[in-house]
């Protein structure tokens, strides 16, 4: 273990009132996060890039645990360590591939839980802390042309689409506190089906409905019925306001797109692809060749479901053909 780690045990040792005699990494190589034990007391310690930022990882857990959020109970802050509570079960991104496991009904209760969480936020006051994300108009600009870097990497063809428009269309709707990376690996499932987010390090102020992309767009997700999620995520999330499906729609086509850059990314960097059960169990991006394809097709459908973004959906089931040295 490196001084890092150790330092988290030293203080560790404090909190519990006893020397800590378990120390589990949660992903390999890594101390951001660490499983510490003492007895049989658990706690998580998530060593985060500056202390303000630590800082305000605590107040946001202490914010949302006060108002009944599904999330980990803070224990304490100390420097740039999150001390938090450790939740049982397995994390989503797991459970969704358990063939005995019903993962649509696991996906509308995610969502419902995001809806939970901004609810809670709003009462807590947190969307006026944070930061408000993704604002200006270079931002937005820079996500609608993400299928022209897929179409760069790939060598694909890309048809003509209103980039300004749909650049146009990102702009948030309404604001509330959002995790900002709810991917399903980002969330934990317990025996009794209960959801809860961890992880907030990224979180911020901007549409909700961002939350619902994250999910939805996630390489880890298999192929669940689409429309059915998306109109729940709509009326949960956004009570069914004017414009929101559209909004989702775009949102969630384009942070695919994002998703897809970084497997290719990834694939480059590895020279090649990966082993889905390694990637799937260390938590790494989803860097496999049916990840890819599999992702690629549900952007294509979903691009599809829109007149802004259906030119882009052969785009994007030329991409799942494309799929190099599968």
């Known amino acids: 273990m490196t001084s890092r780690a150790d330092e988290a045990i030293s203080i560790a040792g404090e909190i519990f009132g006893r020397p800590v005699d378990r120390v589990d990494r949660l992903v390999a190589s890594s101390v951001r996060a660490i499983r510490l034990g003492s007895g049989g007391e658990t706690l998580i310690a998530a060593r ?23 999330v980990p109970g803070l224990i304490a802050q100390r420097g740039r360590w999150v001390f938090q509570e450790d939740l049982p079960g397995e994390r989503l991104s797991v459970a969704l591939w358990n063939p005995a496991h019903d993962s649509e009904a696991s996906l509308r209760r995610a969502l419902d839980t995001l809806a939970g969480i901004h609810e809670a936020g709003r009462r807590a006051g947190l969307d006026r802390r944070v930061a408000r994300l993704g604002t200006a108009t270079d931002w937005r600009r820079r996500l609608a042309g993400m299928p022209e870097r897929l179409a760069q990497v790939s060598g694909t063809a890309l048809p003509g689409y209103d980039r300004t428009a749909l650049a146009d269309r990102l702009a948030p709707r309404a604001f509330a506190l959002v995790k900002w990376d709810a991917r399903p690996a980002n969330a934990m499932l317990s025996s009794d089906g209960a959801i809860r987010w961890f992880d907030w390090e990224h979180c911020g102020c901007r549409d909700p409905l961002d939350d619902a992309a994250w999910l939805l767009g996630d390489e880890y997700l298999p192929d669940p019925d689409g429309a059915a999620l998306l109109e729940h995520a709509v009326e949960r999330i956004a009570g069914n306001a004017g414009g929101a499906r559209n909004y989702l729609l775009a949102m969630t086509v384009l942070h695919m797109s994002v998703r897809l850059a970084l497997i290719l990314e990834k694939r480059e960097s ?10 799937l169990k260390l938590d790494k991006v989803g860097s496999t060749a049916l990840a890819f394809r599999r992702t690629a097709g549900r952007a294509g459908r979903w691009a599809a479901e829109d007149p802004l973004l259906a030119p882009l959906a052969r785009f994007f089931e030329a991409l799942a053909d494309w799929t190099p040295d599968a």
């Open 270 to 279: 590895h020279g090649g692809w990966r082993d889905w059960e390694t990637c």
């Open 48 to 70: 985060r890039p500056s202390e303000d930022r630590a800082a305000l990882e605590a107040a946001v857990l202490t914010g949302l645990s006060e108002h009944g959020a599904p």
